[in-house]
């Protein structure tokens, strides 16, 4: 496994491939928001969803991979620093993976 930055979040191509085609079936996006939210009592989750073109949040960092927008806002960043967002098929499952060191 490669070695994970503490400043940085990455992405596989497996997961800039996955978000480009979900973005091809979806013209209103401007591209695709991840981050961590509160789940549960004391848990946190990951989520993506489509960023409307209309509802862009200025706070937002925004990571250029190719056409492909990702936007991460402040507090999702700092959990996700260090980071790899990875795209993952094995059999039925198969979806998007945060590999987080932090967690």
């Known amino acids: 496994m490669e070695k994970f930055s503490s400043k940085e979040l990455r992405f596989s191509e497996k997961a800039i491939s996955h978000f480009r085609s979900s973005l091809v079936n979806n013209s209103k996006s401007d591209g695709i928001r991840i981050g961590v939210r509160k789940a549960g009592c004391s848990g946190f989750e990951y989520f993506f969803e489509f960023v409307d073109v ?50």
């Open 54 to 103: 209309s509802l862009t949040n200025t706070n937002d960092f925004i990571f250029n991979e190719g056409d492909c927008k990702i936007y991460v806002d402040q507090d999702s960043l700092n959990y996700l620093k260090g980071s790899l967002v990875d795209y993952s098929e094995d059999g039925f499952n198969q979806g998007i993976k945060f590999h987080n060191p932090n967690a």
